[in-house]
């Protein structure tokens, strides 16, 4: 199992840039993809963008493509959210998760594809 470490939530007005990091550790070597997922009021837990541990190919759902980046750090088992040009409707709890042994485009388009949690980074973007 790996733990899963969020931070660099916050808040910031809309067009505004956040950077949110994930700290893994525990049995790291065996995740293939991780990534970040989100969670907004009275909404379904939705992916968000996705990476390759080894490769480092990227995958992003509609909302966040161009605005979104995300990319790891393998030798320091770390994983970033770059975000961009925020809007008030990105306003919710990110998560960082991680996964063996499937696709990047599979893990984000399911939360069932997800094998391990964070707890949650809250991100608010005021109008």
């Known amino acids: 199992q790996v733990q899963l470490v969020e931070s660099g939530g916050g808040l910031v007005q809309a067009g505004g840039s956040l950077r949110l990091s994930c700290s893994a550790s525990g049995d790291t070597s065996r995740y293939t993809v991780i990534g970040w997922f989100r969670q907004a009021p009275g909404k379904e837990r939705e992916g968000v963008a996705c990476?390759?541990?080894?490769?480092?190919?990227?995958y992003y759902r509609d909302p966040v493509k161009g605005r979104f980046s995300i990319s790891r750090d393998y030798d320091k088992h770390m994983a970033y959210l770059q975000m961009t040009n925020l809007e008030p409707e990105d306003t919710a709890v990110y998560y960082c998760?991680?996964?063996?042994?499937?696709?990047?485009?599979?893990?984000?388009?399911?939360?069932?594809?997800?094998?391990?949690w964070g707890q949650g980074t809250q991100v608010t973007v005021a109008s």
């Open positions: 998760v991680a996964t063996y042994g499937r696709g990047i485009q599979p893990v984000c388009d399911s939360e069932h594809n997800v094998e391990s």
């Open positions: 990476i390759s541990t080894n490769a480092g190919v990227t």
